[in-house]
Nanobody, 130 residues
């Protein structure tokens, strides 16, 4: 059974930093695209960042570019999201998502679509206070 588990969320003041982690078990996602999405109260789930299976192709939403960094450690089956200079509008539940199939690097329009991902975590809540 595939499990995707996020951690690292919490309450932080505006301008602060958090590092989110995502671990998987039950299958390997070494060659798969993995991404972070977020969902604020009353809003649709939105794309945040993506990284290809080989780690060479990364994408970011415009709203987080220059502040967030996605990375992965294949040896530890770990996906991370370093979030700096957090703003109130970053408040949301953050989800880790994994594409089941090994892939080449997808285009931006492909990775931002939730339908690409078969496996999702339960989310970790990030609250940014002013």
């Amino acid at each position: 059974q595939v499990q995707v588990v996020e951690s690292g969320g919490g309450l932080v003041q505006a301008g602060g930093s958090l590092n989110l982690s995502c671990t998987t078990s039950g299958r390997t996602f070494i060659r798969s695209t993995m991404s972070w999405f977020r969902q604020a109260p009353g809003k649709d789930r939105e794309f945040v960042a993506s990284i290809s299976g080989n780690g060479l192709k990364v994408y970011y939403a415009d709203s987080v570019k220059g502040r967030f960094t996605i990375s992965r450690d294949i040896t530890k089956n770990l996906l991370s999201l370093q979030m700096n200079d957090l703003r109130r509008e970053d408040t949301a539940v953050y989800y880790c998502a994994a594409d089941d199939s090994p892939s080449r690097a997808y285009s931006f329009s492909t990775v931002i679509a939730t339908r690409l991902y078969e496996d999702w975590g339960q989310g970790t809540k990030v609250t940014v206070s002013s």
